[in-house]
């Protein structure tokens, strides 16, 4: 058990010196970002890109050169993305694929792997939103949300982080929310999912540094309200909604400069160091000035 004398030598010797160096390399960061990496020619796969955020995604890294992987539920919407990707000189295949299926996942990545090659991005950004109070919600429901927003990061990341981790190189993106921050009412299960998938991220980049890959990177995204369409009717006095094209253009930023954590409109990130400081009834009540939240809209019968 360390003695007295020996817990102050820590602090004065190691501690504080460590500290100062970590605030003045986070006062650099800020001020001097780091030089955005190239993605041109890198094979990236983007879930859910047939509309809303996955879509502009995908428009912003085709922009930066990238060579666009496209899974989706419907393919349509799909085709869609891959037709405007191509438009613009760009390559784009697209895969119609349920991301809570395993085996169509392992399936599709086998097929990939023999006409495209090795993901060396993966944007995890399929999910689904339902949008009303617990009590009503069908188990079915509940469990959809899960299936799609979470587990489905567990199921693509098995399947093409042993390629990467092999190399040393490549990039796992996660599409969270700031409901994963500060719960909302009448998304407790969306709320959930993506709070899970934050940890997931989190666990997953420790886990990555301790098998000293530090080739390979992960970032977690968290907008706000975003005007993709899966909320209806959004309550927000207070914060600015984002596009899906402020979003995708955000996201490339952060895989670009490998930002753990990118937080839209990135204001928030500042409001969310600020709760430390300030009571938890104060951002109760300022959510509730606000009006932050949604109105409800949930069908039983999706």
Known sequence: MATVVEKLIFFVCIFFPRLFYYYIDALISAFIPAKPKSIAGKIVLVTGAGHGIGKEIALELARKGAKLVLWDVNKADNEETATEIRSMGESATAFVVDVTK??????????????????????NNAGILYGGELLKLKEAHIRRTFE????????????????????NSGHIVTIASMSAKSGTAYLVDYSSSKSAVFGFTDALREEILKLGKTGVKTTTVCPSFVSSGMVKQIKDKLTEISTPETVGAEVVKGIQCEEEHVYIPRHLHFGLKLQMFFPLKFFRWLKEFGELGIVPQYDPNT
Request: proline share 2%; net charge negative.
């Open 148 to 167: 799609v927003n979470t587990l489905a990061h567990f199921w693509t990341v098995k399947e093409f982080m042993p390629a990467m981790l092999e190399k």
């Open 102 to 123: 395993t085996d169509d996942i392992h399936k599709t990545a086998e097929q990939m792997r023999r006409e495209i090659g090795d993901v060396d991005i993966l944007v």
